[in-house]
C-alpha cells in the first residue's frame, strides 16, 4: 500500500472547520473537482459525479466528531485505485487549526507510476478551495 498526507493550516477554529470537512455530504460544496454528490444508505455512501465526469462511490467507515476525524473507503469509480482508505481529521492549533487529508492506496494494476502525486494533487486543491471557501465566510 502507499500513503500520502496533505496537510493545510487554516486561520478558523477547529470546531468551524469541521462543521464544513464532518459533513460526508458535502464535499461538493468545497472541492472544484466534485460537481454533484449524491448521499444514499442513510448518509453513509456518497457519489461524487467529478468535474472530469468521473464517478467515485465511498463508503462513510467512522466518524467521531470529538476528535474531528472522519475514515471512508472507495468503493467504486473512475480513479486509478484498486483499493483505497482515506482519514480526513482536523487538529485545533490555537485559534486556528491544521486539517490533515492522508489515503492508503493500491494502484490499479493499469495505473501509471504517477497516482501518488495525482491523490496528493487532487487532496492539496481540495484543501487549498477548502481554505479560501473559509476566508470568505
Known amino acids: ?4 498526507q496533505v496537510t493545510q493550516h487554516i486561520g478558523h477554529p477547529a470546531e468551524a ?7 460526508f455530504g458535502g464535499l ?4 472544484p473537482q466534485v460537481r454533484r454528490l449524491d448521499l444514499s444508505w442513510e448518509g453513509r455512501i456518497r457519489t461524487l459525479h467529478l ?3 468521473g464517478r467515485v462511490v465511498e463508503r462513510l467507515e467512522a466518524r467521531n466528531d470529538a476528535a474531528c476525524r472522519c475514515v471512508y ?3 467504486d469509480g473512475s480513479l486509478p485505485l ?3 482508505r482515506s482519514t480526513l481529521a482536523v487538529h485545533a492549533d490555537g485559534p486556528a487549526c491544521r486539517v490533515d487529508w492522508s489515503c492508503e492506496f493500491e494502484p490499479r494494476r493499469e495505473a501509471g507510476a504517477d497516482v501518488a502525486r495525482l491523490m496528493e494533487a487532487l487532496y492539496d486543491e481540495g484543501l487549498q478551495a477548502l481554505a479560501r471557501a473559509l476566508a470568505i465566510r
Open 51 to 53: 468535474a472530469d465526469g
Open 1 to 4: 500500500m502507499t500513503r500520502i
Open 28 to 31: 461538493h460544496r468545497w472541492h
Open 17 to 23: 472547520v469541521w462543521a464544513v470537512v464532518g459533513d
Open 73 to 75: 473507503v472507495l468503493v
Open 82 to 84: 484498486a483499493a483505497c
